[in-house]
């Protein structure tokens, strides 16, 4: 069956350090794949995707995800870490014909300051 | 213009009241989906349109839901007798085309069913 799988449930950094987030996935052929941020009451904001070509894609807010086919991975980062990046964030996949996404438990980021 | 608008944002039902949850697209979006977030979790697959059809149900979690779009824009997801257990977030997400595209979500429903 297709999953993706975040491991972490909850991650604190501190403000200025770096981050990075895992993803797994398990799809029958590479997937497309995203990742998404939610505030406490919001809706999910699309950060960055990838469907294909270059393995590193950039995003929104200063993250990025590597795309790594051998470990089926696709982890996000990002250089430095602001107080506002506190939010949960969501890895998803997204394959067949139709196009609904499969997503991960999530991971919850604090920053302390 | 303007994203994915849902409502309402807030809902209170009493067990065993019917509900309605409106979607608005993105103007011009074909493909519409509604997901469930539960408390905690990630958002799961409940429904998929392309423009009026209905075209995958298989997420839906029992007979008491219903989702239509009758006229390929707004949709609605109707839950019938509510239980404590459809207590959750509803998110509506559109996309342009069909099959593989990136989906613009709306902020969602918060259901809280007493």
């Known amino acids: 069956a297709q999953s993706v799988t975040q491991p972490d449930i909850h991650i604190t950094v501190s403000e200025g350090a770096s981050l990075e987030l895992r993803c797994n996935y398990s799809y029958g052929a590479t997937p497309y794949l995203f990742w998404y941020v939610q505030s406490p009451g919001q809706g999910l904001q699309l950060l960055l995707k990838?469907?294909?070509?270059?393995?590193l894609v950039q995003g929104i807010k200063g993250f990025e995800a590597e795309f790594k086919r051998s470990q089926s991975s696709f982890n996000l980062r990002k250089p430095s870490v602001h107080w506002s990046d506190a939010a949960e964030y969501f890895c998803?996949?997204?394959?067949?014909?139709?196009?609904?996404?499969?997503f991960g438990k999530g991971t919850k980021l604090s920053v302390k300051p | 213009g303007a994203g994915v608008s849902q409502s309402p944002r807030y809902k209170v039902a009493k067990r065993g009241q019917d509900v309605a949850l409106r979607c608005d697209p993105i103007s011009g979006h074909v493909s519409l989906f509604w997901y469930q977030q539960a408390l905690g979790q990630g958002p799961e697959f409940l429904t998929y349109f392309q423009n009026e059809a209905q075209l995958d149900k298989s997420g839906l979690p029992s007979d008491r839901f219903f989702a239509e779009r009758p006229e390929g824009s707004v949709s609605t997801l109707k839950i019938q007798r509510t239980q404590q257990e459809d207590s959750a977030v509803y998110l509506c997400a559109s996309s342009l085309g069909q099959g593989q595209e990136t989906q613009y979500f709306g902020p969602g429903t918060r259901l809280l069913v007493l």
């Open positions: 998803a996949g997204q394959g067949g014909s139709q196009g609904n996404l499969i």
């Open positions: 990838y469907f294909s070509g270059d393995t």
